[in-house]
């Protein structure tokens, strides 16, 4: 893999934040029944959360593209995410999965990284980036799996 390589595949993460921020906005909205109100704030403190990760994720892909003379690096699109959804337990559960596929997702990035090789300081600054991406989400996804224990339906 390369660093060119590696950006494409970030540019992807980039647009599934978007979808991850789509989510969350989406959520807060139309969330109904028990507990509602605190769901709502949970949801829209989510989406400030993938707010951040976009800017982050933008501004990484941006140094790496001008220190390397890189095309690219915008997404064409926004990730695929569930909408429609009302039903908090369904909502909450939702988040789980995508916050756990987004830490699979990142341990693999991670590791596409160091493959690239520990002399390039680019590569390496990438994987250090992922390593608090990874933190960040798998606290996010414990964090719902505490709010789903014992859940009704």
């Not at 992922?130 to 339906?153: F, H, K, P, V, W």
């Amino acid at each position: 893999m390369t660093i060119e390589e590696l950006v494409d595949l970030l540019t992807l993460d980039l647009s599934n934040e978007y979808a991850h921020w789509h989510f969350y906005m989406q959520a807060a909205t139309n969330v109904r029944g028990l507990h509602r109100q605190e769901l709502s704030e949970f949801f829209l403190e989510q989406a400030a959360s993938e707010m951040k990760h976009i800017e982050q994720f933008r501004r990484l892909i941006t140094g790496l593209k001008t220190r390397r003379g890189i095309a690219g690096g915008v997404p064409s699109d926004v990730g695929s995410f569930k909408s429609g959804m009302t039903c908090p337990k369904a909502l909450l559960e939702a988040a789980l999965q995508m916050e756990n596929d987004v830490v699979n997702n990142y341990v693999l990035r991670h590791s596409q990284a160091e493959n690239i090789g520990s002399c390039d300081v680019d590569a390496t600054y990438v994987a250090l980036f992922l390593e608090d991406q990874i933190l960040d989400s798998r606290g996010d996804a414990d964090n719902i799996l505490e709010m789903l224990e014992n859940a009704i339906d």
